[in-house]
């Protein structure tokens, strides 16, 4: 029998989370804001919230491959300091529309587009004030069984399938599996 892997910790107040917080449905994504794969990712993760409204929970956890991609870290950084000032999905948003320039000057451009007052963004950026939020999702990343990015968990589980709209619609319609 294989290996189910379990969200750890599971979702609570500290993530980052769209949809009501007893919507009978979660779907978790752990990204990686360079990552090609979760740039095409995003929209289908778009269509999913689409499909089930209210019914579903979209919660992102960083997990930027700073090995792979130079900017992922700095990204993630810069998607918490805008979330300090209640703009995270603004910024998500942006920086994965504009996957292919996350250089710092642009990060900036993005954190105002997003809404951030700039100022307390570029503080909050040098001062790396957010790393230990960043560190804490890799380390449940790691412990939840995140192989690479994107990794999403339906439920609390680890899905291994398609990761399209159709793949993430029809894990999330399955009905949950049976506890012994």
Known sequence: MATRHALTPPVSTRDHRLGPDDAPLTLVEYGDYECPSCG?????????????????????RNFP?????????????????????????EMHDQLFEHQRALDDAHLATYAKAAGAD??????????HAHRLRIQADLDSGVTSGVRGTPTFYV??????????????????????????
């Open 118 to 127: 700039i100022a307390r963004f570029e503080r909050d950026m040098a001062a």
């Open 65 to 89: 491959l700073t090995d792979a991609h130079p900017h992922a870290l700095a990204a993630a950084e810069a998607a918490e300091c805008v979330a300090e000032q209640g703009r995270f999905w």
């Open 155 to 180: 439920n609390g589980v680890r899905h291994d399938g398609r990761w399209d709209a159709a793949g993430l619609i029809e894990a999330l319609e399955r009905p949950a599996p049976r506890r012994r």
């Open 40 to 60: 095409m990712a995003f929209p289908f993760v778009k269509d999913v919230r689409r499909h089930f409204g209210k019914r579903l929970r979209f919660v992102f």
